[in-house]
Structure formats: structure tokens, C-alpha cells
């Protein structure tokens, strides 16, 4: 269990395909392999050779007791979380092994009276650390309140996950070619587009909240993927221009006339907005 992770690097080949066997496997009981066989996505996701995977201690020890509670067992993990990492920088002996299974049962080996270790199908709960590490319905923020913590949890469902992310993944090369690939550029029709949702939303900052009904100028259209040409609503951000100057890649609208007129405004009509973009005026 020393061994790191590995984050996520593109395979040189098209593609590294799980065998028939080990689908197998790893749907019905899992599979011991080397840690370092284990990636994490971009998205902090753990993934073996072409799919998402759970991680979870097989074999245990110290469960002696087969009437233990499955609410004491050792959690599954679907992300790159803190704990993990804390297993690993501990040097704890317990293998970890990785399972495609989405019923939440899992197959574990539990110590008996003689010594022995015994299979059982048993369910597992899911790590709180994943949950809050890909935010997973919020976590994040309904974890302070106990009850709240607890209902994502225990209606946490490995086939919702996988539903949602995938079991396999793509990991071959970039979608287009230099040939195939569209110019990065605005449509035409952008302004027209990005007028309709400002409407509809209200004319409002979609993460400080601000209303910008009266300096319309200020509310821009972020394409959040940073394709120009993806006007899907779902990939368009409404940001106050301090907002949309914090994004990545976009310290250049800091530059604009637009940029210094909203910081001359913002400690009066924006208080809601960024104070490190206010806070260049003091």
C-alpha cells in the first residue's frame, strides 16, 4: 500500500481494454492487484486500466466476529480522498482491492474462530471523505448538519454513480484532429444567445449572486468547458465581470475599460461581489 497512486496520463496505445476475465472479476468479487495499477482521473476518480473503480479492504484481520455489524465495516472509496492518501503515507499492511460491482454488496474475507478467513457478501458504506471530495450531492455543504450527512450517505447508490460517471471511460486521444477540429471561436448568433439567458436568469451573477439589471454591461457569458462555439445552456456561466476576471485563463479582461469602470462601482453596488477585485481600490 506504500506505493502512490498514479494521476491520470493518456495511454500510448488507443487503448488499455480490460480482459473478458477480469470484467468478470471485478463484477462479481473483486481483484487484488498492485497499487500502482490504480490512476486517478482529472476528476479525482480511481479508474483501472479503461474503467472506474471501487477500492475496498478485502481482507481484514481484525474482524473476528462474524456477526460484526456492516455499519463497522470498512468503507468503499470511489475517489482520491484524504483517507486514502493517509493509508498510503502510513504504510498499512491491509491490501486494497478494486470492484465494478454496483449492488453496494461486496465480497469480503472475514476471519473465523479457527483462524481462517471466511467470504461473505456483505455491504459496505461509502467513504464520507470521497463524498466530500467530489462534492457528491453537495456534501460539501450538508455534511454540517448531522441529518443531512446522513441521508446522502446511506441513499448513496454505486449504480447512480456509475450512471453518472460511467463505468468505462476515454481515455485514447483528444476527440478532434488538427483537420477535424472546430475553430474555437464565437457563433454568430452568441449575442443573441447570451441576451436570452442573461433574461431568463435574471440578469444575475451565477456565483456571487449580484443583480446586474441596471449595469448590464458587467454581466458577461462564460462558456464553462472554454469552447466559444458549445452555446449549450448548461455551458454557460453568468459572471459579473469580477467573477468572469478570476477564471482561469482570463486575466485579461482585468485589462479592459469595462474591468476598471466595475471596480470604480463595485464597493457601493456590489457588495456582494469578489473582495479581492475590491479590494484593489483600497
Not at 463505468?167 to 436570452?196: C, R, S, V
Amino acid at each position: 500500500m506504500g506505493a502512490a497512486l498514479r494521476q491520470y496520463a493518456p495511454p500510448t496505445s488507443a487503448n488499455n481494454p480490460l480482459t473478458d476475465a477480469e470484467i468478470e472479476i471485478l463484477a462479481r468479487e473483486g481483484m487484488e492487484i498492485p497499487i500502482e495499477d490504480v490512476k486517478v482521473l482529472p476528476d479525482g476518480i480511481l479508474a483501472f486500466k479503461d474503467r472506474r473503480v471501487v477500492l475496498y479492504i478485502r481482507d481484514v484481520r481484525h474482524y473476528r466476529n462474524v456477526q460484526i455489524s456492516d455499519a463497522n465495516l470498512s468503507k468503499f472509496h470511489v475517489a482520491n480522498c484524504d483517507k486514502l492518501r493517509e493509508m498510503r503515507s502510513n504504510n498499512r499492511f491491509e491490501r486494497y482491492v478494486v470492484a465494478t460491482r454496483d449492488s453496494g454488496l461486496f465480497q469480503i474475507n472475514i476471519m473465523s474462530a479457527s483462524g481462517k478467513f471466511e467470504p461473505h457478501e456483505r455491504a459496505l458504506r461509502v467513504c464520507q471523505r470521497c463524498l466530500g471530495a467530489l462534492n457528491w450531492e453537495n456534501f460539501v455543504e450538508r455534511r454540517k448538519i448531522k441529518a443531512q450527512r446522513s441521508e446522502i450517505v446511506n441513499e448513496f447508490s454505486l449504480a447512480v454513480y456509475f450512471e453518472r460517471y460511467g463505468k468505462t471511460f476515454i481515455a485514447e486521444e483528444p476527440k478532434h484532429t488538427d483537420q477535424t477540429g472546430p475553430i474555437n471561436d464565437y457563433d454568430p448568433l452568441f449575442g443573441m444567445i447570451a441576451k436570452t439567458i442573461k433574461q431568463k436568469r435574471g440578469y444575475r451573477c451565477d456565483q456571487c449572486g449580484s443583480s446586474l439589471a441596471e449595469y448590464k454591461k458587467f454581466l458577461h457569458a462564460h462558456h464553462i468547458n472554454g469552447l466559444k462555439y458549445d452555446n449549450r445552456e448548461e455551458n454557460i456561466e453568468l459572471l459579473c465581470i469580477g467573477k468572469h476576471a478570476e477564471q482561469a485563463y482570463h486575466s485579461q479582461v482585468k485589462s479592459t475599460p469595462s474591468y476598471r469602470d466595475f471596480l470604480r462601482i463595485a464597493p457601493t453596488q456590489f457588495r456582494n461581489c469578489t473582495a479581492k477585485a475590491v479590494s484593489k481600490l483600497r
